[in-house]
């Protein structure tokens, strides 16, 4: 299993960047797709998640400015990011529960992570 994340860059305050994180492999079923950040000397913390029936949960610092989204038949998680401020920047990682088969246990899965950066 593979997560292919992308979307990250520098970004002026007050833009918007989009992310994405495609899942490949051998998948049989996937729950939970999230995303998390890890800013420099900081704990990685959770941004936003989104189940498999599309409920979704958001940090407060993030509530009202970053959307996710996901689209089953791709194995995609999106994150959508407007209005960002320089205390968003960090790297942003994926993280997908998933089973590869009907006997297999529910596992989680991390994407390489994408650098985003709000900066002047």
């Known amino acids: 299993v593979q997560l292919q994340a992308s979307g990250g860059g520098l970004v002026q305050p007050g833009g918007s960047l989009r992310l994405s994180c495609a899942a490949s492999?051998?998948?049989?079923?996937?729950?939970?797709m999230g995303w998390y950040r890890q800013a420099p000397g900081k704990q990685r913390e959770l941004v936003a998640v989104?189940?498999?029936?599309?409920?979704?949960n958001y940090a407060d610092s993030v509530r009202g400015r970053f959307t996710i989204s996901r689209d089953n038949a791709k194995n995609t998680v999106y994150l959508q990011m407007n209005s960002l401020k320089p205390e968003d920047t960090a790297v942003y990682y994926c993280?997908?529960?998933?089973?590869?088969?009907?006997?297999?246990?529910?596992?989680?899965?991390w994407g390489q992570g994408t650098q985003v950066t709000v900066s002047q």
């Open positions: 993280n997908v529960e998933m089973k590869s088969g009907w006997y297999s246990p529910r596992m989680s899965w």
């Open positions: 492999g051998s998948i049989f079923s996937i729950n939970d």
């Open positions: 989104i189940t498999n029936s599309g409920s979704t």
